[in-house]
């Protein structure tokens, strides 16, 4: 009952891959094996399962499905993004020379600065300086570089081609924080990266009632290294977990293409409104990377940031007066989030740092869902006034 998958679209593969009918029974809706173990038929002679740490089936049919998506041979599904950028991180020698993105997921800034400056040798830069990037990996001539486009909360673009180039020219390995755009709107594999990474947790899952992340790659000696930390270090995905995720995946291209639908209207609504300072969504003409936004990637997402004309007091009173925007940290899913970067998100970012690369106290990050948009701009014009 296994499908001919080579010459599907992305809907197709989203709804198809990884979830063949069963074999036994053919449910069209795979189980969720819930085992922790598998039996033997004599010692070491296995059915291709030994332990779920390792292995489990339903976590397999998730990561040839992410795998497919990004155009990769193999995936790891890990416990969460953080996991899987752990086990990235422990996938190099020590003393490796990693050169990162300066407007990260604070979390990412958080276990680089914290945890693996006592094991790896870590620079910042800003990536969307193409120019500056490219010199800086020439003369620092790093290991990995890990760059995440668009950043969280500024959207900034970094160009992954050209960064590529450059890292190919070192020999380094160039990784990808894909969350915010999803294979669905761009695939870094593509474009010459060698690695990407996901939280899962966010547009991927897309409901907000999951946490995972995973490593994706073609490079096989790579991906060996991975697969053996992952069961050595324990941060596998779930088998529920796994089966939400893929299920939530099915409805990526739609969501995805309805976040986008409602983000482009909100941000010209608030670029209009005489209260709004900004908007900065990757789909704006004012977007300082708008090009190459529109080169690498087939679409715009549903994150934005806003900079409101007040102080710390009158956005608190505009969040506050919102009814449909919940106020929460993550992204991705199909209800609106709310969040303060500075006393949320970036909170672990010192005040000084956050500050020198834009993260001004005024700014507002948005998750636009998938809701009815002319609730939501009813919603902002409502709290609009409270400022
Ligand atoms: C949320 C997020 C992460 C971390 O993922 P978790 O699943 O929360 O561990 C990493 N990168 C980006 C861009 C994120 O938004």
């Keep these: 009952m296994k499908k001919k998958t080579n010459n599907i679209n992305f809907n197709t593969k989203s709804i198809h891959i990884g979830s063949d009918p069963d074999k036994i029974n053919g449910a069209i809706s795979p189980a969720i094996y819930a085992t922790s173990t598998y039996i033997q038929k004599a010692p070491a002679d296995h059915y291709g399962y030994e332990y779920t740490r390792t292995h489990n089936p339903t976590r397999t049919r998730l990561e040839e499905c992410l795998a497919a998506l990004e155009s990769a041979k193999f995936c790891a599904a890990t416990s969460s993004g953080m996991a899987a950028l752990s086990l990235v991180l422990h996938n190099l020698p020590h003393g490796s020379k990693i050169l990162c993105g300066d407007d990260v997921y604070g979390g990412t800034y958080r ?35 890990w760059i995440e486009t668009p950043t969280n909360p500024l959207l900034k673009i970094s160009d992954i081609k050209e960064i590529s180039a450059s890292t190919k020219k070192v020999k380094a390995l160039l990784a990808v924080d894909n969350t915010f755009m999803t294979p669905y709107f761009q695939r870094p594999l593509e474009l010459g990266a060698d690695i990407v ?43 529920f977990e796994s089966f939400l995720i893929l299920r939530g995946i099915k409805t990526l291209g739609v969501r995805m293409e309805k976040h986008q639908e409602n ?49 710390i007091a009158g956005a608190k009173r505009f969040i506050k007066a919102l009814n449909l925007f919940s106020l929460a940290e993550s992204l991705g899913g199909v209800e609106s989030l709310i969040e303060q970067p500075a ?15 834009g993260i001004k106290d005024g700014l507002i990050r948005i998750s636009v869902g998938i809701e009815n948009v002319e609730d939501l701009t009813q919603d902002f014009d409502n709290a609009l006034k409270k400022i």
């Design 263 to 311: 983000s482009i209207k909100i941000a010209k609504y608030l670029e209009s409104h005489q209260k709004v300072e900004n908007v900065i969504y990757p789909g704006l003409k004012t977007h300082p990377q708008f090009k190459v936004a529109k080169k690498q990637m087939s679409g715009f997402g549903g994150m934005m940031s806003v900079n409101l004309k007040t102080n």
């Design 197 to 239: 990474i996901h939280s899962l947790t966010k547009y991927l899952n897309g409901h907000s009632d999951a946490l995972g992340g995973a490593i994706i790659s073609s490079n096989k000696k790579f991906m060996e290294g991975i697969r053996y930390l992952q069961n050595s270090m324990g941060p596998s995905l779930s088998p």
């Design 111 to 145: 276990q680089l600065t914290t945890i693996f400056n006592e094991i790896h040798n870590i620079g910042f830069i800003d990536t969307s300086d193409t120019k500056k990037t490219k010199k800086k990996i020439e003369e620092f001539k790093p290991d990995l570089v």
């Design 343 to 357: 006393t949320m998100t970036h909170a672990s970012v010192p005040k000084k740092i956050r500050e020198s690369i």
